[in-house]
């Protein structure tokens, strides 16, 4: 449902929780500088006082992203995502043909950390990564010259999809970051299912996003 006057869409709103859907190009959090601190958390807190942050998405992805309303609710699903209790999967574009692994889904399983000289990039290739791991599998049709993954984030590091798909020579489409030119008009990275335990009422929760790519 779309909140009046607001800009926020929101996938679902109760008294422990929100899920919200983030356009591309707006910052999860507020950032550094007067110019950084307008962001999908403050806009639902200027409705919703009590909304507290549980997980962020980068600012160039779109999609499902839940957050906390109040500090017992929060506590629960920072715990729920410490544990890998809440489980996330995304849609990409990459660069290049990526065949399906054996099995359907395959598995990127190397560490990243920050590359001091050029952050805030990541890289699997420095010392000292934390251990971080990807699931993947093409999905269906795709422009020429690229494939549709769906991708499930078994860690969750920072720029992990990106730096990840960009390691084995697949980096998505638009990442300015991470990517080649392409005159992609964003990046092609969508966060389109949530699923976990409501902190409260203990019941399954799923929530399911399509991308506008």
Known sequence: MQTEGSG????????????????AGL???PGRGADKQDCLSARVQRIHGDA?????????TSG????????????HLNRAFAS?????????LVHGCLAAAPGGWGLIDLPI???WPNRPRRSTGVDGGKASATRWKPLGKAPPGQTRLELEPVTGRSHQLRVHLLAIGHPI????L????????????????????????????????????
């Not at 422990?16 to 859907?21: M, N």
């Not at 890998?84 to 990409?92: S, T």
């Not at 489409?173 to 300015?176: E, L, S």
């Not at 203990?202 to 790519?213: G, I, K, L, N, V």
Request: glycine content about 6%; overall charge positive; charged content about 20%.
């Open 173 to 176: 489409v638009g990442d300015t």
């Open 52 to 60: 507290l942050v549980v997980h962020r998405l980068d600012m160039a």
């Open 84 to 92: 890998g209790a809440i489980h996330k999967r995304y849609q990409a």
């Open 27 to 29: 910052l999860s959090v």
């Open 113 to 115: 950390a920050l590359d």
């Open 64 to 75: 499902l992203m839940l957050m906390a309303r109040g500090k017992t609710a929060q506590l």
């Open 178 to 213: 991470y990517g080649p030119a392409d005159g992609a008009n964003r990046l092609m990275l969508h966060a389109t299912q949530l699923r976990f335990t409501h902190p409260v009422s203990r019941q399954p929760m799923r929530f399911e996003s399509t991308a506008a790519f």
């Open 8 to 23: 926020l869409c929101i996938a679902y709103l109760d008294d422990a929780l929100l899920v919200l859907e983030k356009p």
